[in-house]
């Protein structure tokens, strides 16, 4: 039980929160070292549509889009954000010149977190559902109704549920920040 806790749950959260810092500081060493900072000036943009692309799970889920497999969807919304996130943390790289930008970061930085959290409950309660497929089997089930029904009852159980409590607003403080911060920019840039 220890170690399938350690193996299946602590280990992979580890390597992907890991691997994100990793990539952040090899991303802003080599643009540094190659003299392409500018780049990272960018890398906001493309990072910001694609965390925004990514939340086309939250449109599938709620029924405002019925095209997609879910659970698709929702695989690249994780790809999506951590890939979006990672360009972004670039972007913010270690330059301090306002407080409205480093909230928004930080927020994103919680949100990311808090994301691979989730990821990490759905594993667990997907686990536990998988217990009650037989069950579904028995009622002659199609095999695509069966992947649909299990998937579903992962993502709605009661630890799930908590969860959603905490990571929704962390995300709406998120998109606040990140939107100030654009309309300071565009502002700056004299666009609006
Ligand atoms: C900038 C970063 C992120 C943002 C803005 C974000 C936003 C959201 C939002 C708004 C939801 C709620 C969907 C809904 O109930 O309609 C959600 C759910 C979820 N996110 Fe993220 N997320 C981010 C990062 C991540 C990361 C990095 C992962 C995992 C690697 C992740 C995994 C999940 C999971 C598993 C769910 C739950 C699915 C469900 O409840 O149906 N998220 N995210």
Known sequence: MEKSLWRQHIL????LLGLLAAATLAGDYLLHRLNLVWIGRYLGIPGTLLIILSLVYSLRKRKYITAGSPKTLLRLHEIGTWLGSLM??????????AILPWL??????VNVISGMVGKLLLERSR???????QHFELRGLSQRELEQAVFWDAVTLDAMAQWRKVHIPIFIVFAVLALGHIVS???FWGWI
Not at 88 to 94: R, S, Y
């Open 88 to 97: 972004v943390l670039i972007h913010a790289g270690i330059h301090f010149n």
């Open 185 to 187: 920019i565009l502002l």
């Open 127 to 133: 686990r536990h559902v998988q217990g009650q497929r």
């Open 12 to 15: 992979p959260f580890t390597l």
């Open 104 to 109: 928004a970061t930080i927020a994103m930085g």
